[in-house]
């Protein structure tokens, strides 16, 4: 399967504690995203990497959240001090970023639930 | 006000059924994607347009850039339709902006046989 990957694909914690995400994006691709969905909405912007930069980030992204890209690879996503409002699936998309307008190719998301 | 809104919110068809679902949007855009979620989470892209018309299959996407409106059809619907259907559009503002989507709420379509 040469998509997008995310791991875990479900997640459990509890108020407080740490959680971390991953994202593998096809290959090829220079631009990564990261998106978060609550139940009942569209997805909303986090943050986004060419390559290894991070270039732009949400003001949902807290200081409790970090992302990284370290090799312009795979992407991680942590969320610190987790908080029930977290509770949401988190998507990440990939593209080939060589237009503007470039499709982007979702992953299957991972789903939090802090209790 | 959203910058992005889809009506319905909720569909209802008969197998056999031709359905609209629209998209309204209120800033300039570089790109308007149509994209479908099945119940799961998984995010498949229908269509990416920037003007005129696009057809695949049973889905046509039209654009009018004038207006700041598009519209999903899906001809001779079927069950297997049933899913999320999400409008976004991609802003044509410069520097490093343009790479977000920002999305519709999503319109939850049920065919029912």
């Known amino acids: 399967d040469t998509g997008v990957s995310q791991d875990p694909r479900h997640k459990i914690t509890k108020r407080g504690q740490n959680v971390t995400f991953r994202c593998d994006p096809i290959?090829?691709?220079?631009?990564l995203y990261w998106y978060r969905q609550t139940l009942g909405q569209g997805p909303e912007f986090l943050t986004y990497?060419?390559?290894?930069?991070?270039?732009?980030k949400s003001r949902l992204l807290s200081d409790r959240f970090s992302a990284e890209r370290p090799k312009g690879s795979f992407s991680t996503l942590e969320i610190q001090r987790t908080e029930q409002g977290d509770s949401a699936m988190y998507l990440c998309?990939?593209?080939?970023?060589?237009?503007?307008?470039?499709?982007?190719?979702f992953g299957p998301g991972t789903r939090l639930t802090v209790l | 006000k959203n910058e992005v809104e889809q009506s319905p919110q909720n569909l209802t068809a008969q197998e056999g059924e031709f359905i609209t679902i629209n998209c309204s949007y209120s800033?300039?855009?570089?790109?308007l994607h149509w994209l479908q979620q099945h119940p799961g989470g998984g995010i498949v892209s229908l269509f990416m347009?920037?003007?005129g018309k696009k057809k695949h299959g049973r889905l046509i996407a039209t654009i009018n850039i004038q207006e700041k409106h598009s519209s999903l059809h899906i001809t001779a619907s079927h069950p297997r339709d049933s899913a999320v259907y999400i409008c976004?559009?991609?802003?044509?503002?410069?520097?490093?902006?343009?790479?977000?989507?920002?999305f519709g709420q999503g319109t939850i379509l049920t065919v029912h046989p």
């Open positions: 998309a990939s593209s080939l970023g060589v237009r503007r307008t470039d499709t982007q190719y």
């Open positions: 347009l920037s003007s």
């Open positions: 800033v300039g855009i570089s790109a």
């Open positions: 976004a559009v991609r802003s044509n503002a410069g520097g490093t902006s343009y790479g977000k989507l920002t």
């Open positions: 290959s090829e691709h220079n631009r």
């Open positions: 990497f060419q390559n290894e930069a991070q270039l732009e």
